[in-house]
């Protein structure tokens, strides 16, 4: 089975503060994803990253940026955190050779609920 | 754009069916479909692929009509451990998975 996890179930932060989020995944993917999920908006995407060192932005990048160093790990760092950055945090993996309009199921971590105080 | 999910939610009896649609106003190559129960992640259910087809896993089925971009999950003789909130995820060439805001499912006894 694949293993995402989330490094923090909980989180409180404060406004101007510099937040670090960190996904590890164990399956060797290529893949790695950062949602931000908020009731009534469903899943929005982040960022993404289909190689170590490379990032793309998703639908809100703003106020976010991304770091993989290594295959295993993905970084999403919130740079002045601000209170409308308060939400459920999810990052996801999907498998080896998996195109980003994928045939392959994305595989979730257990989110992170982060509240900016 | 985000796809949009109807209805946003759904109060059944156990063995009662609830049909769950999800429409997009792009081309898809795939939907997917996930279900998330409180305070956890959401997991995977089913992958349907450009080619109109129709896909089954237990008494949870959907169906994928590219020419009207749509897909619909069917939730047959539900029971309790149905509940949670499913989302679908529409792919279209801009290489990402974009969800829908999500039906939140709810089945009493």
């Known amino acids: 089975d694949v293993k995402v996890t989330q490094s923090s179930r909980y989180l409180v932060k404060r406004t101007g503060e510099k937040v670090f989020l960190e996904c590890v995944q164990d399956?060797?993917?290529?893949?790695m994803f950062w949602y931000r999920q908020d009731p009534g908006l469903g899943l929005r995407l982040i960022y993404f990253?289909?190689?170590?060192?490379?990032?793309e932005k998703g639908d809100i990048p703003e106020g976010y940026s991304v770091s993989r160093e290594k295959k295993e790990r993905f970084s999403l760092i919130l740079e002045s955190a601000s209170t409308n950055q308060t939400s459920m945090y999810l990052c996801?993996?999907?498998?080896?050779?998996?195109?980003?309009?994928?045939?392959?199921?994305?595989?979730f971590g257990d989110g992170t609920r982060l509240s900016i105080l | 754009q985000q796809p949009v999910q109807s209805p946003q939610a759904v109060i059944l009896r156990e063995g009662e069916d609830a049909v769950i649609n999800c429409s997009s106003s792009?081309?898809?190559?795939?939907v997917h479909w996930y279900r998330q129960k409180h305070g956890e992640a959401p997991v995977f259910l089913m992958i349907?692929?450009?080619?109109?087809e129709q896909k089954g896993h237990d008494k949870i089925s959907a169906s994928f009509n590219e020419k009207k971009q749509q897909s619909s999950l069917y939730l047959t003789a539900s029971q309790l451990s149905y509940s949670g909130t499913y989302f679908c995820?529409?792919?279209?060439?801009?290489?990402?998975?974009?969800f829908g805001q999500g039906t939140t499912l709810q089945v009493k006894p």
């Open positions: 792009k081309a898809l190559y795939s």
């Open positions: 996801a993996t999907t498998g080896q050779g998996a195109t980003l309009y994928s045939n392959q199921p994305q595989h």
């Open positions: 399956m060797d993917h290529e893949n």
């Open positions: 990253s289909y190689d170590v060192k490379m990032k």
């Open positions: 349907l692929l450009k080619g109109g």
């Open positions: 995820g529409t792919a279209s060439n801009t290489g990402k998975l974009i």
